[in-house]
T-cell receptor, first 115, second 109 residues
Framework: DTGVSQNPRHKITKRGQNVTFRCDPISEHNRLYWYRQTLGQGPEFLTYFQNEAQLEKSRLLSDRFSAERPKGSFSTLEIQRTEQGDSAMYLC?????????????FGSGTRLTVV | RKEVEQDPGPFNVPEGATVAFNCTYS??????FFWYRQDCRKEPKLLMS???SGNEDGRFTAQLNRASQYISLLIRDSKLSDSATYLCVAHSNDYKLSFGAGTTVTVRA
């Protein structure tokens, strides 16, 4: 297991289309996170899974966004009816318990461009 | 107000110089702190955790001041390869890491 894997690396889509991204975390990490990053900003929290349970969603995550982690392993993030404002880097991360000082390991991200 | 605030820089320093910068966090309940490094158009990568007593990792020294709620990072003997954006991170609850917007460091030959 070489780290967190995200697919695709890049996605260009037309406004109004649906897109889905996939994240494969480090296998022994039970915690999985989705963040979004725009130019000049730090990553912003979107949602968090512990095993298969989605425990928190940011208010940034409108009802056009949905995330799943059906078997507690890989996760998908779907954006419906994409808008130009959705253009960003979508980062997935996994970790052990951060309360014990474990940081996140990020994937390479999916760069979404909505035209 | 953002949970973590950083001076965006850029800090432009010559090779071999020492550069230091801080960040502040607003949530006094924050428990763990980290510095991440992010290269242009790449994902953030964990540089080091920050401990209450301060800690070093090679040329990098991190300090935490809980009373003033700030974290610092010092880079000694800067290398060209240290050029990057450094993200200050606070862990404030069970799951969430809050990231600053980053401090850009450019090391010139």
């Amino acid at each position: 297991d070489t780290g967190v894997s995200q697919n695709p690396r890049h996605k260009i889509t037309k406004r109004g289309q649906n897109v889905t991204f996939r994240c494969d975390p480090i296998s022994e990490h039970n915690r999985l996170y989705w963040y979004r990053q725009t130019l000049g900003q730090g990553p912003e929290f979107l949602t968090y899974f512990q095993n298969e349970a989605q425990l928190e969603k940011s208010r940034l995550l409108s009802d056009r966004f949905s995330a799943e982690r059906p078997k507690g392993s890989f996760s998908t993030l779907e954006i419906q009816r994409t808008e130009q404002g959705d253009s960003a880097m979508y980062l997935c991360a996994s970790s052990l318990d951060p309360r014990r000082g474990y940081g996140y390991t990020f994937g390479s991200g999916t760069r979404l461009t909505v035209v | 107000r953002k949970e973590v605030e950083q001076d965006p820089g850029p800090f432009n320093v010559p090779e071999g110089a020492t550069v230091a910068f801080n960040c502040t966090y607003s949530n006094s309940a924050s428990q763990s702190f980290f510095w991440y490094r992010q290269d242009c158009r790449k994902e953030p990568k964990l540089l080091m955790s920050v401990y209450s007593s301060g800690n070093e990792d090679g040329r990098f020294t991190a300090q935490l001041n809980r009373a003033s709620q700030y974290i610092s990072l010092l880079i000694r003997d800067s290398k060209l390869s240290d050029s990057a954006t450094y993200l200050c991170v606070a862990h404030s609850n069970d799951y969430k890491l809050s990231f600053g917007a980053g401090t850009t460091v450019t090391v010139r030959a």
